[in-house]
């Protein structure tokens, strides 16, 4: 078993879980006024990116480095490409989650329930799918890094708020059954430790310590197009761009300062 595995797949049912906060949030709010959102998934994309471009790709080539000295940055380029492909694959053969229809005012809604809450069930499975490769990256960095691990759980769980809003909505203006809408939100979000448990499977038994490395570059790789294609069009729509910006920059600046005041307690 890979270390700290328990704590990793303990991080992602955390993250995963998020989506019925977000859920419960329909209940009180319409989702068209929640423009604190807007920066809270601009704080989430800015800390997944940064994450990324930093250390997750750092720890990718150091692990490959002791298995293909003279070729890590070309072997950590090939991981970074696999998991942007597997994350275009996912959108190209699922509907986008983010619909028109769920921005609609409420009294609007009312009138096509039978079409808002299929829109609500197309969601919670486009968002399952997509939070499966979620809990996969999740539960890989935290395995090796508890710390790194923890910032990419949290990163995750606030965009996971939105996503329950996205799922939970439709189906309780739809239905007005709060317990049921809860209920889908339970269910997208848990394919995130599912994803982690394929993942403790795939390392205890399948993959070679070389593939770690490999497989760290393609988190990378699937956190950073969520983050351009999902996370960043998501937060737009709650807010205006400058909203969005404040929030990329406030997630990068807070995770740079996290990291630089860990590695000096480090020292």
């Known amino acids: 078993m890979p270390a700290n595995y328990k704590i990793a797949l303990l991080m992602t049912l955390f ?22 959102l807007s920066i809270g998934l601009g704080f989430s994309a800015g800390v ?31 991981g970074f490409a696999l998991g ?15 619909e028109e229809d769920l921005f609609s005012p409420q009294e609007q809604c009312t009138h096509n329930h039978h079409r808002i809450k299929r829109a609500g069930l197309l969601t919670a ?15 890989f960095v935290t395995t090796q890094n508890i710390t790194l691990g923890f910032s990419v759980a ?9 996503e329950g809003i996205a799922v939970a909505l439709p189906i309780y203006h ?17 394919s995130e430790p599912i994803g982690a448990l394929i993942a ?21 790789g699937i956190m950073v197009y969520i983050s351009f294609d999902t996370i960043l069009p998501l937060s737009r ?13 406030a997630g990068v600046f807070f995770i740079w300062v996290s990291l630089l005041l860990m590695n000096q307690g480090a020292h």
């Open 15 to 36: 993250a995963g879980l998020a989506t019925v906060v977000g859920g419960c949030f329909t209940f009180f709010i319409k989702r068209t006024n929640i423009r604190a």
């Open 48 to 78: 997944m990116i940064y994450l990324s471009f930093t250390d997750i790709l750092q720890t990718s080539n150091e692990l490959l480095l002791k298995f293909f000295p003279n070729n890590s940055h070309w072997m950590v380029f090939a």
């Open 84 to 98: 942007v492909t597997v994350a275009v694959l996912i959108d190209y053969f699922m509907p986008d989650h983010i």
């Open 125 to 139: 499975v486009a968002i399952s799918v997509h939070n499966f490769p979620e809990g996969m990256a999740t539960f």
């Open 154 to 162: 949290m990163a995750i769980a606030i965009h996971n708020i939105p």
């Open 174 to 190: 739809a239905t007005g059954k709060k317990r049921l809408a809860i209920w889908y939100t339970f269910l997208s979000g848990i």
């Open 200 to 220: 403790l499977f795939a390392l205890h038994y399948f993959l070679p310590q070389a593939a770690i490395g490999f497989m760290f570059a393609a988190v990378a």
């Open 237 to 249: 729509e709650y807010g205006d761009g400058h909203y969005s910006v404040f929030g990329i920059m």
